[in-house]
C-alpha cells in the first residue's frame, strides 16, 4: 500500500478537476458510494446505520454514504455536529439532496447523550464522518462529544482516517474513534502508516473517487510499505561458484566491560543473515565469549589504549560492510573508534548502541553520508535530534527524515518500523511483540550489516533487515506464544526466513566482481 502526506491528496482533487473535469460534487459522490460498498462488503447483515457528519467535506461524504445505504434498504440516522447553515459548497449540496429525500437528519447539539447513544447501540454499525484530513489538533465541541459518546457503538467504519488522529504524523489526540475499518479516500494518508494512528485505524481499505491514484498522485512523494519486492532480487548468487567472499564480508565493532554480550548478538545475527566472513573487534572478554560460541567468526581482541585507525587498517581491507555500536559504551574506546569508522567513506556501514550516542555529541562537526545506516530508538532518535522523545513519538516520520538528511539514512526501530534514505520511506509492520527484548537491536544490526555486505543500498538494507528479523520474531511467536523468547533466537530463526525468501530470488546477483 502506498501512503501521501494529506496535502499531497487535497492537490490531487485540485488536479482531478484542473486536468480531467471531474468536479467536487462528483468526486464526493464517487467517495460516498465507495464508503457504502466497502460497508455493505464488510457487514453484508448491517441493516441499520448510525452516520456521524462533521462541518466539511468529510461531513458531505457521510452525506453521501447515507443516501446509498438508504437506497440499499438500511436505516439510516444522521447526526450532524453543526447547523445546516454551517455546511458549504459540495456539502451543502449533498446534505439539501438528503434533506429532500425524507432521511432524518439531526443537529446532535439539541439531543441528549442518553439519546444519541440509544441511536448508536440500536445501529448495526457507526460511520464516522466527523473530521477529514484538514483537521488539526485534539477535536474540541460538538465534535469531541461524538467521539466520546461512539464508544458504545457495535461496529465503527472511518471515512477517509478516524477523526481525532494527526492524518500527516500518525500522532492520536484524545479523544479518538476507534474504527474497526477505515475507508481512506483515493490513498492512503501517511499517518495511517505508523502508531499509534495504525492501530485506530483497524483496517484500511482504499475507497475510490472515481480517478486512478497514478492520473494524480504520480510523481509525488509517497511512503511505501515495506514488501520482498524491495530486497529480494538483492541476495548474493549462491551457484555453484559462490565462495564466502562473494556471501558479503561484515567487520563488527562492538563491545565493552558493561556490554559484553552485545558482540556476540550481533555476529551471529551477521553470520545466520547469511554473510560469508565475519570479524569481530572488540574487548577481550568478548573476543573470547565469541571464539568459544562462534568459532566461525575471526576475533581480534583490542585493548582500551589500542589505536583505532591502526587496528582498523589491519582489519577492514577485505571487509564489504562494517557495523559499529552494539554494546560499545560511552568510554574513550567506544568514541574512537566511532568516530574511525565514521571517516572510513566508501565503506558502507551501520552504527548502533552507543556510537550514536558519540555521534550526538559530535553534531557539529559529522558530515552526511549516504552509505551508511543508523538504527536508533525513539530516546537515541531524540538525542541525535536534540529534542524530547515525546517529540519523536508524536511525528515519528517526521524524525526519521530529518535524522537522514542530517546523518545518512536510517532505520528508526519501533513496532512500526521506519526505513528512510532522505529520498524514499518504506514503513516495515511485521513483527511480534517478542522482539522486545533485550539484544533484539544487537541481532537488527548484525543483519543489516549482512545486507549492506551483499550490495544493498542502505535503504534497501533497512528494510530487508528490519522485514527479516520481524518475520523471525514472528514465526517464534506463533510457535511459543508472546513471552520467553531470547535475542539470540530471532538469529537462531533468521535462515528458516532466508530458505523461505529464496524461492524468490528471481534474479540473483553478485555483490564481488
Known amino acids: 500500500m502506498n501512503y501521501f502526506d494529506p496535502d499531497v491528496v487535497r492537490k490531487a482533487d485540485s488536479i482531478a478537476a484542473e486536468r480531467y473535469g471531474i468536479t467536487g460534487t462528483i468526486l464526493m459522490e464517487n467517495a460516498g458510494r465507495s464508503v457504502c460498498d466497502a460497508l455493505l462488503s464488510?457487514?453484508?447483515?448491517?441493516?441499520?446505520?448510525?452516520?456521524?457528519?462533521?462541518?466539511?467535506?468529510?461531513?458531505g461524504d457521510g452525506f453521501v454514504v447515507a443516501r446509498h445505504l438508504d437506497l440499499h434498504g438500511v436505516s439510516v440516522r444522521v447526526f450532524t455536529s453543526c447547523s445546516k447553515d454551517s455546511f458549504q459548497g459540495d456539502a451543502s449540496y449533498h446534505r439539501d439532496i438528503l434533506s429532500r429525500l425524507g432521511i432524518d437528519i439531526r443537529e446532535s447539539a439539541g439531543l441528549s447523550d442518553q439519546d444519541i447513544q440509544t441511536e448508536m447501540i440500536q445501529s448495526d454499525v457507526c460511520v464516522d464522518s466527523l473530521l477529514g484530513t484538514g483537521s488539526s489538533g485534539a477535536p474540541r465541541g460538538e465534535i469531541a462529544r461524538l467521539i466520546r459518546l461512539s464508544g458504545?457503538?457495535?461496529?465503527?467504519?472511518?471515512?477517509?482516517?478516524?477523526?481525532?488522529?494527526?492524518?500527516?504524523?500518525?500522532?492520536?489526540?484524545?479523544?479518538?474513534?476507534?474504527?474497526?475499518?477505515?475507508?481512506s479516500l483515493l490513498a492512503a494518508k501517511s499517518g495511517l502508516a505508523v502508531?499509534?494512528?495504525r492501530e485506530a485505524a483497524g483496517r484500511v481499505v482504499i475507497g475510490s473517487i472515481g480517478i486512478e491514484e497514478r492520473k494524480v498522485l504520480r510523481g509525488f512523494p509517497r511512503i511505501v510499505d515495506a514488501t520482498q519486492e524491495i530486497f529480494v532480487s538483492r541476495f548474493p548468487d549462491t551457484g555453484p561458484e559462490c565462495h564466502k567472499y562473494k556471501k558479503g564480508s561484515v567487520l563488527v565493532v562492538s563491545g565493552s566491560d558493561e556490554y559484553p554480550g552485545a558482540p556476540l548478538l550481533c555476529v551471529g545475527g551477521a553470520l545466520r543473515s547469511g554473510a560469508g566472513v565475519v570479524r569481530l573487534v572488540s574487548p577481550e572478554a568478548s573476543a573470547r565469549a565469541c571464539v568459544s560460541l562462534y568459532?566461525?567468526?575471526?576475533?581480534?581482541?583490542?585493548?582500551?589504549?589500542?589505536?583505532?585507525?591502526?587496528?582498523?587498517?589491519?582489519?577492514?581491507?577485505?571487509?564489504?560492510?562494517?557495523?559499529?555500536?552494539?554494546?560499545?559504551?560511552?568510554?574513550?574506546?567506544?568514541r574512537r573508534w566511532t568516530q574511525t569508522v565514521w571517516e572510513q567513506r566508501g565503506v558502507p556501514a551501520v552504527f548502533d548502541g552507543d556510537s550514536l550516542f558519540w555521534l550526538s555529541v559530535a553534531f557539529e562537526s559529522v558530515m552526511?553520508?549516504?552509505?551508511?545506516?543508523?538504527?536508533?530508538?525513539?530516546?537515541?532518535?531524540?538525542?541525535?535530534?536534540?529534542?524530547?522523545?515525546?517529540?519523536?513519538?508524536?511525528?515519528?516520520?517526521?524524525?526519521?527524515?530529518?535524522?537522514?538528511?542530517?546523518?545518512?539514512?536510517?532505520?528508526?526501530?519501533?513496532?512500526?518500523?521506519?526505513?528512510?534514505?532522505?529520498?524514499?520511506?518504506?514503513?516495515?509492520?511485521?513483527?511480534?511483540?517478542?522482539?522486545?527484548?533485550?539484544?533484539?537491536?544487537?541481532?537488527?544490526?548484525?543483519?543489516?550489516?549482512?545486507?549492506?555486505?551483499?550490495?544493498?543500498t542502505p535503504y534497501e538494507a533497512g528494510c530487508a533487515a528490519s522485514w527479516i528479523h520481524g518475520e523471525s520474531g514472528a514465526n517464534w511467536a506463533r510457535r511459543n506464544g508472546q513471552l520467553g523468547m531470547l535475542a539470540r533466537e530471532i538469529a537462531e530463526g533468521i535462515p528458516g526466513v532466508l530458505s523461505e525468501l529464496s524461492t524468490r530470488w528471481d534474479n540473483p546477483c553478485a555483490v564481488v566482481g
Not at 464488510?42 to 461531513?59: D, E, T, V
Open 195 to 197: 502508531l499509534p494512528a
Open 152 to 183: 458504545v457503538a457495535r461496529h465503527i467504519l472511518s471515512v477517509d482516517i478516524p477523526s481525532g488522529i494527526d492524518p500527516r504524523t500518525g500522532d492520536v489526540f484524545d479523544p479518538c474513534i476507534r474504527a474497526e475499518i477505515t475507508v
Open 42 to 59: 464488510s457487514y453484508p447483515k448491517c441493516r441499520s446505520a448510525c452516520i456521524l457528519c462533521g462541518p466539511g467535506n468529510n461531513g
Open 295 to 334: 568459532p566461525e567468526a575471526s576475533c581480534v581482541k583490542a585493548a582500551p589504549d589500542m589505536e583505532a585507525p591502526d587496528i582498523f587498517r589491519n582489519s577492514s581491507a577485505a571487509f564489504r560492510a562494517i557495523v559499529c555500536g552494539p554494546g560499545i559504551g560511552r568510554s574513550d574506546w567506544g
Open 368 to 456: 552526511r553520508r549516504p552509505d551508511v545506516l543508523l538504527t536508533p530508538h525513539d530516546g537515541e532518535a531524540a538525542r541525535l535530534l536534540g529534542i524530547s522523545v515525546d517529540d519523536v513519538r508524536r511525528d515519528r516520520l517526521g524524525a526519521a527524515r530529518r535524522i537522514s538528511e542530517r546523518y545518512g539514512p536510517v532505520l528508526l526501530k519501533g513496532w512500526t518500523t521506519i526505513v528512510d534514505d532522505g529520498t524514499r520511506t518504506a514503513v516495515v509492520s511485521r513483527g511480534s511483540a517478542v522482539l522486545a527484548v533485550a539484544g533484539s537491536g544487537d541481532v537488527l544490526s548484525g543483519c543489516a550489516g549482512s545486507m549492506l555486505a551483499f550490495g544493498m
